[in-house]
């Protein structure tokens, strides 16, 4: 059984920051690569960052210089700090391993708007 369960989403001004939390079950956490997807209304589910077991990241052009993909294999957590949001930003955030596992969790909503 394992489990992604995303959290700290909600409703930001643009400019504003926010931290996503991403908790993961799972035995080979600590050997897994992780990433964020994020899905906008009626656009496809997108890459957003990533960071390898060793702690190797990398990001979307879009957002890269603004987000910052981060683990901690103890608590087995994911997170995203979002930082200088944009309502272009604006999705359902999700996370997962990667390669990708066969489902998704409940995503978490963002929403930057004045």
């Known amino acids: 059984q394992v489990q992604l369960v995303e959290s700290g989403g909600g409703l930001v001004q643009p400019g504003g920051s926010l931290r996503l939390s991403c908790a993961a079950s799972g035995r080979f956490f600590s050997i897994t690569d992780m990433g964020w997807y994020r899905q906008a209304p009626g656009a496809q589910r997108e890459f957003v960052a990533s960071i390898t077991s060793g702690g190797s990241t990398n990001s979307a052009d879009s957002v890269k210089g603004r987000f910052t993909i981060s683990r901690d294999n103890v608590k087995k957590t994911v997170y995203l700090q979002m930082n200088s949001l944009k309502p272009e930003d604006t999705a359902v955030y999700y996370c997962?391993?990667?390669?990708?596992?066969?489902?998704w969790g409940q995503g978490t909503q963002v929403t930057v708007s004045s």
């Open positions: 997962n391993s990667i390669p990708r596992a066969g489902y």
